[in-house]
């Protein structure tokens, strides 16, 4: 058959009426027979394990440091002066000074300035060394 003797013009598809699907869709019945229905579910797999232990390792390390130390010298100054009161502890400079204080009964009581401390405080630095031991802990991990 011709397109012409289809009722078609050439160049153009065969399109289906309206009617003829209708007419099909009354003259064909669907059954269902089976459908199949897809559940999607997780669950933990083990795949492996791992050990995770701890290592100290020591080192020795050499440490230097300037370490401080104070020492005091004591001069002893005899002063033999009579005072009215008690001299107040004093610095100068570097130097406290602490008076040291004698009572003499005479026929009448007189304070006497016996003698004077000096105490003076000396700073030196110092080199220091020493082996010291030092621990590192590290992780190591085993698969199993």
């Given amino acids: 058959m ?5 009722g078609q013009t050439p160049g153009k598809t065969p399109e289906k009426s309206q009617d003829a699907d209708r007419i099909q869709d009354k003259n064909q019945v ?3 027979l089976h ?9 933990r797999v083990v795949t492996g394990q791992v050990r995770v232990g701890i290592v ?6 050499l440490v230097e440091e300037l370490l401080d130390h104070e020492h005091v010298e004591i ?3 005899a002063i033999g002066k009579q005072v009215d009161k008690a001299p107040p502890v004093r610095e100068e400079g570097d130097t406290l000074i602490i008076p040291i204080l004698e009572e003499v ?4 009581r007189r304070l006497v ?8 405080r000396k700073r030196e630095k110092q080199p220091y060394q020493e082996r010291v031991v030092v621990r590192k802990q590290e992780a190591v991990i085993t698969r199993l």
Avoid: F, H, M
């Fill in 2 to 6: 011709t397109p012409d003797e289809k």
């Fill in 75 to 77: 001069e002893r100054t």
């Fill in 56 to 61: 100290t390792k020591e080192t020795e390390q």
């Fill in 113 to 120: 300035l016996k003698e004077e401390l000096r105490v003076r």
């Fill in 105 to 108: 009964v005479v026929v009448e």
């Fill in 30 to 32: 669907a059954v269902p």
């Fill in 35 to 43: 459908t199949e229905e897809v559940s999607v579910a997780k669950r």
